[in-house]
């Protein structure tokens, strides 16, 4: 979808098409989730600190998001893709991949055929535009819908697979982050190109064995994953953006509880259960850092993740001002599949089942019924309250990651 959140809310008040609209938290200390393509023209984009978008684009229109509209629109969308192929994989609230391979020959059309029909339906019924790449892998399809952006569609056939990633900046590989592109760098690879020219073996010597055979089938288009309409999501989290920068342990300690709990409950009401714990650290200079580690056992418990994000935060050393945290659960597991871990004198079905008791707690009288001890009667003026939090039904306050809510999504990373 293009610029999603943006586009709903301007389907929602027609005075404002043509105009820069900006969809995100306060200027105080919110970020953009969504900036309409007339924002875009002037610097904004997601992700960016609401106040920097102010300064960009005093002009543009403001608004606080809206996740259950964009929610409803979302369904209506994915009901539209589904109305061509029951292999539809949700990525988000506005992107889905497609594999249509049956709908070609059941409908007797083209790849871009299929993609002109959807866009067409999509605009007519919802009154929102997306863009489509056409490939014949996930991978390169995902690179090639960048392109169309916005309100087109772009096919990168078999035969040109590697003319359209050659010139691409090997921060277009999946897995390449900045740490990775000034490692390749340094290699002198810059481009796709020159990962798949470069050979295995300089690529070993850089990124190491396993992350050097990803980058280079990917660099030689060679994505051997098939769209999974029935994929669990990977991960599920929580992240919070303080009011004013937090210095005190004991104060980080609490949020991270905070979050450790709102990301346990996410993970017992989807029944998975977590491999690994993240901790995500972002400081007032904007620097980010991230830890994780991986369990002995798949975990959906509060005092766990809590135990080891501390961990994590405590072996940063001292901090500079915090700015936001965040708690993240990976390498999820369906709970009835995943092994238990009994440790002699831990009395951990007594944790499972307190927990436990208390969602149902919650889900009777409210969230605010039962919570840790530690967090009672907590005011502290530290802890953000903007309209990107307030989206999450189960604890107001927090933003869901990547993966965690459908109805609470991140900033827009596609459009």
């Known amino acids: 979808m293009d610029a999603f959140y943006a586009a709903v809310e301007i389907r929602s008040r027609p005075e404002l098409r043509g105009r820069p609209v900006v969809v995100g938290g306060g200027p105080e200390r919110g970020v953009v989730l969504s900036a309409s393509y007339e924002a875009r023209a002037f610097g904004v984009r997601s992700a ?30 994915m009901a539209v893709f589904r109305s061509v192929t029951p292999l539809v994989q949700p990525l988000s609230l506005d992107e889905a991949f497609l594999d249509v391979s049956g709908a070609l020959r059941r409908l007797g059309t083209t790849p871009l055929g299929i993609a002109a029909s959807i866009r067409e339906q999509v605009a007519a019924e919802q009154d929102v535009t997306c863009s489509v790449g056409v490939a014949s892998t996930m991978f390169v ?16 056939p078999a035969d040109g697979v590697r003319a359209f990633l050659d010139p691409l900046p090997v921060g277009a590989l999946w897995g390449v982050g900045e740490r990775t592109e ?15 020219a470069a050979g295995l073996t300089t690529l070993r010597r850089a990124v190491g064995e396993a992350h050097a055979a990803h980058l280079f089938a990917l660099a030689h288009g060679v994505d051997e994953r ?17 009011a004013r920068d937090l210095v005190d342990p004991a104060a980080l300690r609490r949020e991270l509880l905070r979050l450790a709990d709102r990301t346990a409950r996410m993970l017992r009401h989807r029944a998975v259960r977590a491999r690994t714990v993240a901790l995500k650290v972002r400081f007032a200079d904007f620097t980010t850092v991230t830890r994780s580690r991986t369990l ?24 500079a001002p915090v700015r936001l945290l965040g708690v993240r659960g990976e390498g999820l597991v369906p709970a009835d599949r995943a092994p238990e871990q009994i440790l002699l004198g831990e009395p951990e079905h007594g944790w499972s089942d307190a ?12 969230v605010a019924a039962v919570r840790p001890a530690s967090l009672l009667g907590d005011r502290d003026p530290a ?7 307030a989206a999450d039904p189960a604890r107001r306050g927090h933003r869901a990651q990547p993966g965690a809510a459908r109805a609470a999504s991140p900033p827009e990373p596609n459009g």
Do not use: N, W
């Not at 399809?141 to 990168?156: C, F, I, M």
């Not at 290699?187 to 798949?196: E, K, L, R, Y």
């Not at 029935?230 to 919070?240: I, L, Y």
């Open 48 to 77: 960016m600190p609401s106040a920097r978008a102010h300064r960009l684009c005093p002009q543009a229109v403001f608004l606080p998001p809206d996740f259950s509209t964009y929610a409803e629109v979302s369904r209506a969308v």
């Open 141 to 156: 399809a995902k690179l090639a819908s960048r392109v169309a952006k916005p309100d087109g569609v772009h096919l990168v």
């Open 182 to 196: 000034e490692v390749l760098g340094g290699h002198g690879i810059a481009t796709v190109g020159d990962v798949a």
């Open 226 to 242: 098939r769209v999974d309409p029935h994929g669990r999501e990977k991960s599920a989290g929580a992240e919070e953006t303080f």
């Open 296 to 319: 002995p056992a798949p975990t959906d418990l509060a005092r766990d993740l809590h135990a080891t994000a501390t961990d994590l935060l405590d072996a940063l050393g001292d901090l």
């Open 355 to 366: 927990e436990r008791a208390a969602d149902q707690a919650r889900s009777r009288f409210g």
């Open 383 to 389: 802890r953000a309250r903007s309209p990107v939090e």
